[in-house]
């Protein structure tokens, strides 16, 4: 089995993995990663929604020898050291946009790349697009979207300061 | 500190975990030695089994062990049990066909299990159990429940005549036809309520343990651990209760599809006993959609007689249901005592006569999905109650309000058995159509209409009812399990709290609405109180969470926990401060001698009764810990009003909802944001089943809708905003008052989707569509129409 090296969540690490190992089975099983969850066969759901060299990545969707030499986040990664919640986390909680939590760790994934890869604002309607690729059972998405738009300003500051 | 107690949106204690990726899950748990199921499920929907081959599987790289039904029949296990039997309108019971844990003989639904693959790793399980090589002899199958009730159609069980499970009816035949004949008006309507697939994120999984001693634990995907062990323990695997414990941690969503007990549940904690060996099995979403139990799939027909005025005179009602093939654990319930007794809806319809037939068909078990027969009755109910309107050009509004059960007439007493609490049916009325502007929709239509739109608003006044009870009353029925809820509450030495609940959380925020109601009637700090739920090692037993049931059941179990907790802290103060229990009070987390200054904080009574040197021991036990169940007098009734508005792309036949209103009386409320979310996914899964959501089989029982590429679940794209009220009338019979709000949402929605789409299209003929009104049925019923349109 071919071996790999990556950094995840900001520390290198090294696998070895079978040819069909998808991202996700690495993440989850090998690196005990199992916040990234897996929410169908058919790349539909975006449970397992990741950052893979900064571009949100559906895990399932890439093996994990595509990942050799990538830098890979998860939703573990997110938080500051001290617990400090990053702007997407902390408005999920303060919007209730999460219920039972499975599809949380690839929607917060999927938005903060939504919102990074539109520094010039979104509306609720393009929020609402953008989320095309994440199921929610739960919610509704009404307090998803809230969410988004109230870490939009804070994410943006951030990047401003 | 910002208030935290009953009525405050505390934000959710959960969230911390669930945020950072530290949820714990079934499928994130990992066992040294664990091993990994894999299921060969039929593929084909009606089929003998001729032979198994699994020579070739058995010989697979990793490959520990190949068990087909043969082997679970050898070691003394028989079929899943069912929890409700219904009896015929003879009084004959129903048919109850054998539901092998894995497939003996027949196979009779596509996803059926035959085998299970155990190997070292996952991908070497799945490999091998494409080995298995299986001798199927093709048997025609069935899937609609028209066709298979009809005469000459296969049967899915040899034994079972004419595919019928049971033929049910509720109500006065008699009275019902002499409304019928003197009528003014008699509205007729047909109408299928789809067949839906729960999908709840988080698929289905479940890990068996066995430890030298023989004791077993199984870990699994359930909103009702208590449950799971009752059932596989007594009536499948024959593990006694002490020798069993069911860990149902954080669960990714269950919406009823995890209420029942699963053959994966009892094949891996039977395969961990064989083997010794941790045995974990998870579900693929394609196993999920041939797997879970799924909901809906009934046709009906539909009757009302009207006066000249416009009352409601009789209700007479035929319906199909769907059972699948199999009884899943609570199927039988759900098209008879949670569907027929909710026809009469918010209305004083004096008669109500309803016959039920429900039939086997080959198709994946159906059982309990959100909201269980009582969406099935608001679509009847509210869909018939416009065509009458639309038939004696009454406005829809007037009247509803007309045949309203009035306010001052609670309790009332309906002709389908259930007696309604309370209830103001004009209140919630009154105010969704303000939320909704109502009033301005004629200008709004017109705009669109400028636009080349056509927008439509629906209006559902429905009623439901959760907490279903009392047990002795449902036992009357056919139920085979107790539905109360037990709370035990342990007031620790120094005062902090933890609370252990028979209710299970997966998604309702449990941790922190128990935790706030706890904390608001101790008169502790909210972050001294825990809730433990999911682990019958921990817990009493408890039924779980179904129904809409935790508060208003589980909650009010803790309710009467804590006057115990109180009555006997008032006997310990009564002893510390010298003065007579009669005269003690407890108010804001202090036990007082009343008319004086004389106080011992809740703490101080704890400390007390865990340090018992001054105490009364000889009358009194030391410690401060208190278990109670609760069985509720009666269900409970939320109602309400949901107000929708679509607009309709008359080139495309897509469907919009611009605007929806859901203003919801839900008794009681703990947490607002909690019960506004509830709400807000309920509707959701509404909207979803009226516009998008319907599982789809060819005549013979192939499964068409698989995955979510054929399957269409809501999208945030697809849903709007939703806005949401609450105006309270306080449920009579519970110390709460409060009714629940886990359903409403999935209940008051779907009519009122079709309503306004139905409204939207009312200047081309259309008197009623079935769900879900896709943009291709739409877009059809425009074409057809439009040649008409044009020459007038």
Not at chain 2, 3 to 8: H, N, R, S
Not at chain 2, 130 to 144: R, T
Request: proline share 5%; aromatic share 6%; net charge negative.
């Amino acid at each position: 089995m071919p071996t790999i090296s990556l950094k995840v969540n900001g520390k290198a690490v090294s696998a070895e993995v079978e040819g069909r190992t998808l991202l996700v089975e690495l993440l989850r099983e090998k690196l005990g990663l199992t916040g990234t969850h897996i929410g169908c066969d058919t790349s539909q759901c975006g449970a397992c929604v990741v950052h893979v060299n900064g571009d949100s990545v559906k895990s399932c969707t890439m093996l994990a020898l595509q990942a050799d030499g990538a830098e890979v986040t998860t939703i573990e990664g997110l938080a500051a050291a001290d617990g400090t919640l990053h702007p997407m986390q902390a408005m999920f909680r303060e919007h209730h946009a999460l219920q039972c939590g499975y599809c949380t760790p690839g929607m917060v994934m999927s938005a903060i790349d939504i919102v990074q890869k539109h520094p010039e604002g979104l509306s609720e309607e393009q929020i609402r697009e953008e989320l095309e690729g994440n199921l929610c059972r739960c919610t509704g998405y009404h307090n998803i979207v809230k969410a988004i738009a109230a870490a939009f300003p804070l994410m943006h500051q951030k990047h401003a300061a | 500190m910002a208030f935290e107690g009953i009525g405050a949106s505390v934000k959710r204690r959960e969230d911390g975990r669930f945020l950072a990726g530290r949820g714990h899950y079934v499928d994130d748990m990992n066992r040294p030695g664990q091993v990994y199921a894999a299921i060969r499920r039929s593929d084909r929907p009606h089929a003998r089994i001729k032979s198994i081959d699994s020579s070739a599987a058995a010989a697979a790289p990793g490959v520990i062990a190949v068990y087909t039904g043969a082997d679970m029949a050898a070691d003394g296990i028989g079929g899943l049990p069912c929890g409700w039997q219904i009896h015929n309108k003879d009084g004959s019971p129903m048919a109850e066909p054998m539901h092998p844990v894995l497939a003996t003989g027949k196979v009779r639904h596509v996803g059926d299990p035959i085998a299970v693959v155990i190997a070292e790793t996952k991908a070497q399980a799945k490999d091998a159990a494409e080995l298995l090589v299986i001798d199927f002899e093709d048997l025609p199958g069935v899937a609609d429940i028209r066709a298979a009730s009809a005469p000459g159609a296969p049967l899915v069980h040899d034994e079972v005549a004419g595919n019928v499970c049971y033929d049910w009816h509720i109500g006065d035949k008699g009275a019902v036809d002499a409304a019928f004949a003197r009528a003014k008006h008699v509205v007729k309507l047909d109408l299928v309520n789809n067949r839906l697939i729960p999908n709840a994120m988080e698929p289905r999984a479940a890990l068996g343990e066995c430890d030298v001693s023989g004791h077993y634990t199984l870990s699994t995907t359930s909103q009702n651990p208590h449950v799971i062990r009752l059932l596989m323990g007594a009536f499948v695997l024959h593990i006694p209760e002490h020798k069993l414990r069911i860990i149902a941690p954080d669960v990714g969503g269950g919406f009823g599809s995890k209420i029942y007990h699963y053959a994966e549940e009892a094949i891996v904690t039977w395969a961990a006993g064989k083997l010794r060996r941790p045995v974990k099995w998870t579900a693929e979403r394609s196993e999920s959609f041939m797997s879970d139990a799924h909901g809906r799939d009934h046709v009906s027909h539909a009757e009302m007689a009207v006066d000249e005025e416009g009352h409601f005179l009789a209700l007479r009602v035929s319906t199909l249901a769907n059972m699948g093939a199999y009884l899943s654990t609570f199927a039988p319930s759900v098209p008879t005592y949670l569907y027929a007794t909710l026809l009469a809806g918010v209305y004083k319809t004096p008669a109500i006569y309803a016959e039920v037939k429900a039939i086997f068909t080959n198709t994946v078990p159906v059982d309990a999905y959100r909201g269980a027969g009582r969406p099935e009755a608001a679509f009847l109910l509210e869909r018939l109650v416009d065509v009458v309107a639309q038939e004696t050009g009454i406005d829809r509004v007037e009247l509803r309000r007309k045949n309203f059960i009035p306010a001052d007439a609670y309790p009332y007493q309906t002709p389908v058995a259930l007696q309604y609490d309370s209830g103001n049916h004009e209140m919630t009325l009154a105010e969704a159509l303000k939320a909704a502007d109502y009033a301005g929709f004629p200008a709004r239509r017109a705009e669109a209409a400028r636009r080349g739109k056509l927008r439509g608003i629906g209006i559902s006044t429905y009623l439901e009812a959760c907490g279903i009870a009392p047990s002795h009353v449902a036992g009357a029925l056919g139920a085979r399990a107790g539905l109360y809820e037990v709370a035990n509450i342990r007031v620790h030495p120094t005062g902090s709290v933890t609370v252990f609940t028979g209710a299970h959380s997966h998604g309702q925020g449990h941790e922190t609405t128990f935790a706030q109601l706890v904390a608001d009637q101790l008169g502790v700090p909210f972050d001294q109180v825990d809730v433990v739920h999911g682990d019958t090692g921990e817990i009493p037993f408890g039924m779980g969470t179904y129904g809409s049931r935790s508060l208003a059941v589980g909650g009010s179990a803790m309710v009467k926990a804590m006057d115990k907790i109180i009555a006997k802290g008032k006997r310990i103060a009564a002893h510390l401060m010298e003065a007579s229990v009669e005269d003690i009070e407890f108010k804001d987390g202090a036990f007082r001698v009343a008319g004086t200054d004389k106080a011992k904080a809740l703490a101080e009574i704890s400390l007390a009764a865990y340090v018992p040197h001054n105490y009364p021991i000889e009358e009194l036990e030391p410690g401060l810990e208190e278990t109670a169940f609760y069985d509720p007098k009666n269900f409970t009734y939320p109602g309400g009003c949901h107000v929708c508005e679509v607009e309709i792309d008359p080139e495309t036949g897509v469907t919009k909802v611009v605007n929806f209103v859901a203003v919801d009386d839900v008794g009681r409320v703990i947490n607002p944001m909690i019960v506004e979310g509830q709400v807000q996914g309920g509707v959701a899964q509404g909207i979803g089943q009226a516009l998008l959501e319907g599982a789809a089989y060819d005549a013979n029982g192939q499964l068409l809708s698989g995955s979510f590429m054929d399957y269409t679940m809501p999208r945030a794209d697809n849903l709007p905003n939703i806005t949401v009220g609450t105006e309270i009338t306080l449920c009579t019979h519970n110390p709460l008052g409060s009714k629940g709000c886990g359903e409403v949402g999935a209940i008051g929605s779907p009519p009122a989707v079709i309503n306004a789409v139905v409204d939207a299209l009312k200047d081309y003929g259309v008197r009623h569509i079935d769900m879900p009104a896709t943009p291709e049925k739409i877009w059809s019923i425009i074409a057809a129409n439009r040649p008409k349109m044009a020459a007038e």
